[in-house]
Every structure is written in structure tokens, then in C-alpha cells.
């Protein structure tokens, strides 16, 4: 079985920083592209950031020279680093990962985390 667990969400005043945290988990041969996704109340799901298994990353407009997303394939593990954040930031954050495993290859969910920008 496959599992991406997410962590580092939470309540945050606006300029503040986070760090959320994806972990793959399972029998796994590769992870090719992993990427950040946030929905908020009312709204569809969009990309934040993603990157690929050489690097390479990719983020909306929305958060350019904010975010940074990064990975550590030894660990499994992707990271978004969330500075300078502010309240339309408000959402919750799904990791997504496209992977090879003993069940072929699939693109996964994290049940997701929340990160609220208020004063």
C-alpha cells in the first residue's frame, strides 16, 4: 500500500513562515513528479508548486519568491517552505506523488493539511 503523509500545517499571522512535510510511504521503486496542491473554502484545487525527480521546480504565479518547494528522494520526502504568507493563503495543502510501486505506477493523495494566515 501506498501512503503520502503530510505534516507542518497550522495557524500562522499574516508574514509569518511554515513548513509542511510529505513522506511516501510503502514499497516503492521510484517517485517521478511530487507536487503541492491547496484548495480553499469555495474553490477548486490548484497547483501550488511541484517538481520533478531531478529537480526543476514549478510554481503558480501566485506564490513565486514565496515558496520553495524541495525534496529529499533518500528519505522520500518533499518539503514546501511557505514565507511571508498571507490570509488567501488560507487552505488546505495536499501533497500529490506520481509513483512507481509493487502496484504499478500510480499518482497518489495525502489526506492533506491545514494552514490558516489570521491575525
Not at 49 to 78: E, L
Not at 86 to 92: F, G, L, M, P
Request: charged content about 20%; hydrophobic content about 35%; proline content about 3%.
Amino acid at each position: 500500500q501506498v501512503q503520502l503523509v503530510e505534516s507542518g500545517g497550522g495557524l500562522v499571522q499574516p508574514g509569518g513562515s511554515l513548513r509542511l512535510s510529505c513522506q511516501v510511504l510503502g514499497n516503492i521503486f521510484a517517485i517521478n513528479v511530487m507536487g503541492w496542491y491547496r484548495q480553499a473554502p469555495g474553490k477548486e484545487r490548484e497547483l501550488v508548486a511541484d517538481i520533478g525527480s531531478g529537480g526543476g521546480p514549478n510554481y503558480a504565479d501566485s506564490v513565486k519568491g514565496r515558496f520553495t518547494i524541495s525534496r529529499d528522494n533518500h528519505k522520500r520526502t518533499m518539503y514546501l517552505q511557505m514565507n511571508s504568507l498571507k490570509a488567501e493563503d488560507t487552505a488546505v495543502y495536499y501533497c500529490n506523488a506520481d509513483v512507481m510501486s509493487s502496484y504499478g505506477r500510480g499518482r497518489y493523495w495525502g489526506k492533506g493539511t491545514l494552514v490558516t494566515t489570521a491575525s
